[in-house]
């Protein structure tokens, strides 16, 4: 008996799915291994989900299945009742302690009616939520390093300094162009692959970022060395043979070291080279001091950068909202005297009622804070219609980011005599389909542009032509006029 087995499509070969750090999923499980839990205003917590963990918050208890399987942005509310496995192991130990003469109701009790709300992990929120191992580079960092860099997708880039891998989720999102196995989340995964090459030489932090990165799907995009490059430079061992060393060959590259400068002279065209050798190379350093900057520009300049320039980002976020108008609930001042008096009265008198209710209570009589208050002056403005109100905004000042300094500077692509002689020939090349060109003397080619009088020039010298043209029409007409026709003379004899 034959039996005859088809081969596994490529969906059952490739088990792993795209990270959603690169593509928000439909719904979050277990496969997705991590979610942020906004709690409220700049305050997250990442999770990873388990049927078995459950997330205390001051909003309330949240099993894990309370979040699986939601999509993301969904709201959740607190569990209705408590308490947790962590919360039952500890009434046991006070109810089994000899000390204990009271026992405690093994009835749930209700818990506060909070609620939370589930997001996909995205690297602004990872930013936000990630465990702080060292500074951290913020989000309006990390986006105008990467535009400054050049960098998008199937950019190489090379980040020393990797720390607690906030830039390395930022700068991994830029360079993702499809995934090195065939897994392809975006439609633009054709061609070169992007890949962030990290470095740190702290090992204990290069351990834990590798791990991190194995648990968010980003292991085959993103490669953490361990290794100090201000001494050893930017080449990383080969996977074939771990003696032997390969190049990043990249074109961008971000470094946040205390000494920049000296992991410089590792960044140069000389042989063996970490840098694409096809392609200009853009660099960013992050310097906290002016003193540091200075001494990075004079090392750029000595080894061949250009275009070298300082950036100083002073972020500051705006809240634009609609101002309604206010009450004394919303913090209005009075409109009149009398009304501040009153205000003053009834605000008074609130005191004396709540010292005496509390004078009662500590005497033992029976006293209650229920229905204390003060009537307000005046009734309070309510909005009739939504359009009113004026626009105002504010800022805030709460904006996690950092004064640093940003330098960038380029490296040019090196240009040899067997690349000038090559676009020679093609200069040549295109002379034969049919360029014009305009030959200067018997060796130096020009465009025909570069001798071209221009469109001002142009127009001068055919109005000149013009008026020439009818000048000499006039010129010629009147000698035709004076010029008597031949036979027309008469000869009159004597």
């Known amino acids: 008996m034959t039996t005859s087995c088809s081969a596994p499509s490529q969906e059952e070969t490739i088990v792993a799915k795209v990270s959603p750090f690169l593509e928000i999923p439909h719904s979050l499980n277990e496969s997705s291994k991590l979610a942020i839990i906004h709690l409220k205003r700049d305050q997250h917590q990442a999770i990873a989900l388990s049927p078995a963990s459950t997330l205390q918050t001051r909003f309330g208890t949240f099993p894990h299945t309370s979040f699986i399987g939601l999509p993301p942005g969904s709201q959740v509310r607190a569990s209705a009742t408590y308490p947790t496995q962590r919360d039952q192991r500890k009434r046991k130990r006070q109810s089994t302690s000899a000390t204990t003469t009271t026992t405690e109701s093994e009835e749930p009790q209700e818990a506060a009616p909070g609620f939370v709300h589930i997001l996909a992990p995205t690297a602004e929120l990872w930013t936000a939520s ?3 191992r060292t500074q951290v580079v913020y989000t309006p960092d990390s986006s105008y390093v990467l535009h400054r860099l050049g960098v998008g997708p199937g950019t190489q880039i090379i980040e020393a300094g990797a720390g607690s891998g906030s830039f390395t989720h930022a700068a991994v ?8 196995d065939g897994r392809e989340g975006l439609e633009h995964g054709k061609g070169k692959k992007g890949k962030v090459w990290s470095f740190e030489f702290h090992k204990e932090r290069a351990g834990k970022l590798r791990e991190e990165i194995g648990q968010h799907g980003l292991d085959t995009l993103i490669q953490i ?3 100090d490059v201000c001494a050893d430079g930017f080449l990383v061992p080969s996977p074939s043979t771990a003696s032997e060393f390969t190049s990043p060959s990249a074109s961008a590259i971000f470094l946040d070291l205390p000494a920049p400068w000296l992991a410089l002279p590792h960044l140069t065209r000389a042989s063996p080279s970490s840098l694409d050798p096809l392609a200009e190379v853009r660099i960013c350093t992050f310097s906290p001091c002016i ?3 200075t001494r990075t520009c004079s090392t750029m300049r000595s080894l061949g950068w250009v275009d070298i320039s300082t950036v100083e980002i002073s972020h500051q976020n705006l809240e634009v909202r609609r101002q309604l108008p206010r009450g004394y609930d919303d913090g209005a001042g009075p409109r009149t005297i009398a009304e501040a008096l009153a205000r003053l009265k009834g605000v008074n008198e609130f005191r004396e009622q709540r010292k005496d209710i509390q004078t009662s209570i500590a005497a033992g009589e029976s006293a209650s804070f229920a229905g204390l208050g003060f009537k307000k002056s005046g009734g309070r403005r309510k909005l009739e219609n939504g359009d009113e109100g004026r626009i105002v905004s504010r800022n805030e000042p709460d904006l996690k980011s950092h004064t640093s300094f940003l330098t960038f ?8 005599a067997e690349q000038e002689r090559e676009a020679e020939e093609w200069v040549m090349a295109r002379e034969s389909k049919g360029v014009e060109l305009r030959v200067v003397g018997e060796k130096e080619k020009r465009w025909k542009g570069d001798g071209q009088e221009s469109k001002r020039a142009k127009k001068k010298r055919e109005r000149a032509e013009k008026k020439e043209g009818e000048e000499g029409k006039e010129t010629n007409g009147s000698v035709k006029e004076n010029e008597e026709p031949a036979g027309s003379k008469m000869e009159i004899d004597d």
């Open 130 to 132: 990630l465990p702080h």
């Open 225 to 227: 060395t361990h290794k």
């Open 409 to 416: 500077a380029t490296l040019p692509r090196e240009w040899t």
């Open 291 to 293: 003193e540091q900057v």
């Open 173 to 180: 999102r830029a360079v993702y162009s499809g995934y090195p």
